[in-house]
């Protein structure tokens, strides 16, 4: 919870009370005059349903006058679904989504207590779809990018702080993980001004992230593969042949792919045989990357 820029309180589910939902644990800890138009981030959905006499968080929210939640992601109790975010929106409290790459990242980690609930992983049941669509359409303005800003400002990494140590020293780049190597591509590409999306850590399709732009000829779509390999690990032809078939299945206008290493000749030159449908990004161009990104942001 979070109110003229300090932080009110941080709780997790359990902390206090076995089974205590995070928010309810959170709200009970600060003096409730405290709380008016104060913020709460929430990785999950305010409840409306509890066994009595325990009030529902979203219920409790709302007695405690705050002005505006932060979800992470729906609940996915179908008894609960997105009834946690209209009951807010009803009683006037302002109600906004983590961006979407934090909004992926906190279903992923979710993901086996969603399939408790008859998700699978990330992949909402039809019983649920529709109404989880219509939610996250009706709050998520593609042209307002406010929301979004503010909300990394508490919850996202700090890639400001994480591109200038890489700007200094780039050799920190083998120190990610593959997951954290993907990330920071596409915050890389959402600097660069395309809409970006990155897949699942498991079953993406063959394409780590999807970028979109749209420009006067129309809205352009390249498939991103992100390789974080040690320096002397090339990069090889089948991987340049695995993405083109995705891109092909998909229709995509281009296949990108992005190395913390180098391209193998082979790869190179099969490349070079798909003229303008394949790109290949090496540490160089990365580097290079990471350096613009930097100085447009003026960081």
């Known amino acids: ?6 932080v009110l309180a941080i ?6 009370v076995p089974g205590g ?20 981030f929430v990785t ?22 705050l002005a505006r939640v932060v979800v992470g992601m729906l609940d996915p109790n179908p008894v609960i679904t997105g009834r946690g975010i209209l009951h807010l929106r009803a009683t006037g409290i302002s109600v906004e989504l983590f961006p979407h790459l934090q909004m992926r990242e ?7 207590f969603a399939a408790q ?23 998520l303005d593609q042209n307002d990018t406010s929301s979004d800003a503010r909300v990394v400002q508490v919850c996202a990494t700090d890639w400001a702080t994480v591109l200038r140590e890489l700007r200094a020293d780039p050799s920190r780049l083998y120190g990610l993980g593959p997951r954290k190597f993907e990330e920071l591509v596409a915050e890389l590409l959402g600097r660069f001004g395309f809409n970006v ?4 850590m498991t079953r993406d399709g063959g394409r780590d992230i999807l970028a979109r732009k749209r420009d006067t000829l129309g809205s352009q779509l390249y498939l991103v593969e992100c390789k974080r390999y040690a320096p002397q690990n090339k990069v090889g032809v089948s991987v340049v042949r695995t993405l083109f078939g995705v891109l092909e299945l998909e229709r995509a206008n281009a296949g990108v ?12 030159a099969e490349a070079k045989q798909m003229r303008h449908r394949m790109r290949l990004k090496d540490y160089d161009a990365l580097v290079a990357w990471i350096q613009k990104a930097v100085q447009k942001k003026g960081e």
């Not at 995070?22 to 709460?40: M, Q, R, S």
């Not at 008859?118 to 909402?124: C, E, L, P, S």
């Open 1 to 6: 919870m979070v109110k003229d820029g300090q």
């Open 11 to 16: 709780a997790h589910r359990g902390m206090s």
């Open 21 to 40: 939902h995070a928010d309810y644990i959170a709200l009970n800890t600060v003096p409730n005059t405290d709380l008016v138009g104060a913020t709460l």
């Open 44 to 65: 999950l959905e305010p409840c409306t349903a509890r066994t009595p006499p325990i009030v529902p968080c979203a219920e409790l929210i709302r007695q405690r006058r």
């Open 106 to 112: 906190v279903e992923e980690l979710n993901s086996a």
């Open 117 to 139: 609930h008859g998700w699978n992983g990330t992949t909402v049941q039809p019983r649920a779809i529709e109404k989880a669509r219509l939610i996250y359409e009706d709050l």
């Open 197 to 200: 999306h990155l897949t699942p």
């Open 257 to 268: 792919i992005v190395t913390t290493s180098r391209f193998s000749d082979d790869a190179v």
